[in-house]
């Protein structure tokens, strides 16, 4: 198997972007990895782009007008759907294709442009009462609350921190530069019981990576992130006695992944991470649902403040999905943002001698898991 | 520019396909459900035993967002299973489980492709894969720009009205042989040529039926090919390749890619016994055989090919399947497959395979 | 007695498009009834990209008139227009070579008949009266055939380009659904057994996906009406486009007596939110016959549409957490 490391990293600003084309921002975003990784578009050997579905632009399978702006004429392009998760199976798609030894470089964009279509629409199926993606994981979010004992302000905690965190990052599309404990849970409860301020935006944006191997790291001027490991689990959406608030989907992903990585204690181990979390009680829910810590105690590792930038395993530091949600570069860019923090090029919100990252997405009905792991150490043992 | 084709031995060990539809009654997990319990029956194997699920089918098809997450369904996915999904043809779900496997680390990888067509109208949808600003909006649409490409030909001097129907006439003819066939008789060229345009110079049978249904195969690798199987069909090269997506920017008289495909394969067009190929407008065969240098020795689809039945998203990995029967079945040592995606052969991929000698 | 024969749906919004510093001005100027190339290198491409397809690089918003007239390069007739083609009478759908134009441009030619049709064909671009800054604005006619407009120039740039998407469809109930539909007209609730593992779904896909077996009719169960709420949230409405709700509702699961998977998507409107508890033991009550509604169910999504009435409280004990948690979903 060859190796494989993220060699530049590019993004757009996240917010509504009115001012540019869907052509635009993907070849923002593919402009600023290849600059980054000093590389130019005839060094790509192929493309590999995610975004979620099509009816959110209302254009279909868009690796077909796409591939002009993505420099892919003449080239292998392809496109990865996986629901919310896409980002990042898109992410470990790209990688596979070094990692089989059949690429030497590739370019992998995840993005989605929300303002030119309506997101809850498109995300209800097209019909009238939709109930959007909050109004389908909020039940789920009801039923942690009453098993796990967590008292309601874990939630409210969760938005502020994440969107602190934002205000370090330039690429994000929230910058709630006056957000409080207070102000959340005084906004309008859209799906009870999160509040409009606990729920991610709807952004516009593309996020990009390029990967290459061994002989493309050596050749790139930046310090790499080096691809550990990665792993993907489905289940089925629903079926008698589904656990819908940590699935075994999620739990088999993580245990692949740490397995794959030689991680035996994730939370000691992996020094931070990107996890996906697009209503403010996903983060504990997801510390739990991998693993990171036992059931019932996500919300304490919250409360506690361990996933804050200074605490002991920071979650989100980028500001997260709670801070800009372009869904189709989501996932992606959990996975970058990881790749950033051991790179070193995480700015403002970078943790100090960040070695090992996790990236994180899920999708679906909580369904689709994909998760990697890297590291600024090719071969990190624990 | 590298696009090796990894060094791995991988195998196609079962493959299954349902009919051709015109309309099926039931929903697409079930056709797909059928598949896999067919796989599954043919290699002995339980769900659990199958490293890696892939598959391609496309949502707007039967126009819901997210319509892909209850194909879920049709696979198994209980325990959960490492899966994945794109948004294409199946043969491309193909092409990233060739890569997987070429990782070296898993052994099997299921691959699936599956659509209805029958619940919208095509035409208008598929007008949808073009430019959003420029021509989706005047619903350009796949038979216009298939039009276009056979006018090109015509107007070029590289085909006659007569060379389409002769594609027809033979395709059609052999669909009656193929019983997963949704169009198939025996019609003479002058027959088909006596018929009124459609969208001039095609002519209604010069198009592809509406069609639903699904194909699916188990690949292995090395001896675990060998362990499922006694007829391994090797896999001896995989590429594809995109052209611009302005059509006034290409040569719609020839299939650049699938040059440039075949050329990175380094494949010699006379050494196929068989090439399935997607064509679902008659023109697209002679485009394809010029591209791929294919001699008048290799048989050019016995299975009747799209013409004779076309659900989108399975249709390329339908191909990939029925060369891959023949030469199960002994009737062909070689073969080449064909997949194509967006409007005119704009994507082209290859597919080539060997059975053992 | 409705017959459940096929469901149709339309999927339809209205995409705004930015349009960018490229393809707006072009865009603009189609909605002033002209054509506009972008400069490339030394040549000039219409319509215009927004960079040189060798090169990759960006190209400078460097504009400059073409047409309006052009020579049709390749073409096809399509005899029967779909509601989506810009003309819908037979017309061609043509490769023009703008005059000022190194690269051709794809688009309708309205022509008095396919007769008139051929390589070398000059045409001339002619504008629709009502114009909003898209490329349906324009379309062309043969020279000989078309005639001069005064196209007025409009106020303002076309940053924005719309594009109603709206796309039809209609398939058959698969069998299983229909029976599901007709025992709700019965007033009943109509689940599938599996014969492999015993689980009752409600409503059942067709199948036991967790075993990969097909059901049949002969698997069809009858199930009562009173079950647990396992789940619930309150939806504060949002507005989108077709959106018709207005007032914040419970949407609740509803776990019926002796099924193994949850009613999903029940909205309850006749409890007021404040007693509304998982775990409450509740009873459908349908609507009379003749005013079930069964919108919104067809082969992928369930609920009960618009055939219950309301979930009546039953007045017994609480289910506890541990007992109904297990079917959230």
Sequence with gaps: MERCAVIGIGQTKYAKRHEITMDGLVRWAAKNALEDAQLDWKDIDAVVIGKAPDALEGVMMPELSLADALGAIGKPIHRVHTAGSVGASTAISAATLIESGMYDTVLTVGYEKQSDGNATWALGGGRSGSQGAGGSFAPWIRKYIMGSGAPPEVGIKVAVKDRLNALRNPNAHLHLYDITEEKVRESPMLWDPLHFLESCPSSDGAAAMVLSNKAGVEKSPNKPAWVIAHAKRTEFTQFPGRDTVKPQAGVDCAEALYKKAGITNPRKQIDCAEIYVPFSWYEPMWLEGHLITPEKEGWKMTLEGATEITGDFPVNMSGGVLSSNPIGASGMIRCLEAANQVRGTAGEYQIDGARVALGHAYGGAANYFAMWIVSSDPDPTF | MANRQGTEDIAIVAVAQTPSYRAYQETEPLLLMSLTNEILTETGLERNDIDFTIAGSCDYLSGLPFAFVSNVDGFGAWPPVYESHLEMDGAWALFEAIVRLQMGDIDTALVAGSGKSSPGRPREIFALQTNPYYHAPIGLDPISMAGLQA?????????????????????????????????AKDVSVDDLLAEPYHTQPLRKHDLPPISDGASMLLLARGDRARELTDKPVWITGIDHRMESSHPGLRDLTVSASTKIAADN??????????????VRYSPEELLLKEALALTDSVRINPSGGPLCGHPVMATGLTRVCEAARLIRKGEAGTALAHAASGAALQQNLICTMKGDA | MTEFVSTSYNLEYPYQRTTGPVTGPFLTGLRDGKLLGIRCGDKVLC???EFDPDTLAELEPDFVEVGPGGTVENWTWVSEPTRKHPLQEPFAFATIKVDGSDTPMIHAIKASSVDVMERGLRVQAMYREERVGAISDVYFMPESEAYDQKIPKGKGDVPISEHLISLDFEENFAPTRRRYLEGLQAGKFIGQKSPASGKVYIPSKGYDPIERVAMTEADDVEIGFKGTVTTFTVITPVAYYGQEE???????????????TPLGQQDIRNIPIDDFRAGMRVEAIFRPENERDFDGIDNRWGGTGGVIERWEPTGEPDVPFEVFSEHVY
Excluded: H, W
């Design chain 2, 265 to 278: 394969l380094g494949i010699d067009g006379g050494a196929f016994d068989v090439a399935e190929l997607c």
């Design chain 3, 47 to 49: 319509p215009p990209l």
């Design chain 2, 151 to 183: 006018n090109a030909m015509l107007d070029a001097g590289k085909a006659t009205e007569a060379d389409f129907a002769e594609v027809v006439s033979r395709s059609r003819r052999d669909g009656l042989k193929n019983p997963f066939a949704q169009v």
């Design chain 3, 246 to 260: 207005t007032e914040p509702y419970i949407r609740a699961s509803v776990l019926l007596d002796d099924s193994d």
